[in-house]
């Protein structure tokens, strides 16, 4: 369940509908980081070999690049599914936060990740 879910009070319904889009994108997504991950150990190894060449490297660079790509747009699809289950009621406190899995305005601190509170301030004087 992506953390940004936990608040909004989902019914087992839609916790059901949730966990299918999340689980059914897995396969995709882990042949999809096999991709990036060849493409970029390829690439350190050209850098390293004497057949180094700019267009195998571009090649390469552009492979790793293309399946960064289909994993941002798997994400922001599956993230369309699960925002099509919600309520009216869900996607308005959705919307009121800044960005899916950032907690409302009033709870984020100003601070070093969030922390806000003197605890986590620097010392006066630096």
Partial sequence: MP?????LN???A??????????GQMPAMRDKG????????????LVLSPEYNEP??????????KAMSEISLARAKAERLVYDVLTPEQRKLLAD???PG??????????????GDERHQPPPGR
């Fill in 3 to 7: 953390p940004y879910l936990h608040s």
């Fill in 10 to 12: 989902l019914s087992e």
């Fill in 14 to 23: 839609q916790r059901d509908q949730v966990f299918e889009i999340m689980h």
């Fill in 34 to 45: 096999k991709a990036v991950r060849n493409a970029e150990e390829s690439l350190r190894k």
């Fill in 56 to 65: 195998k490297a571009r090649e390469l660079a552009n492979d790793a690049a």
């Fill in 97 to 99: 936060r800044k960005a």
């Fill in 102 to 115: 950032e907690p409302p305005m009033e709870k984020r601190g100003d601070g070093p990740r969030g922390r």
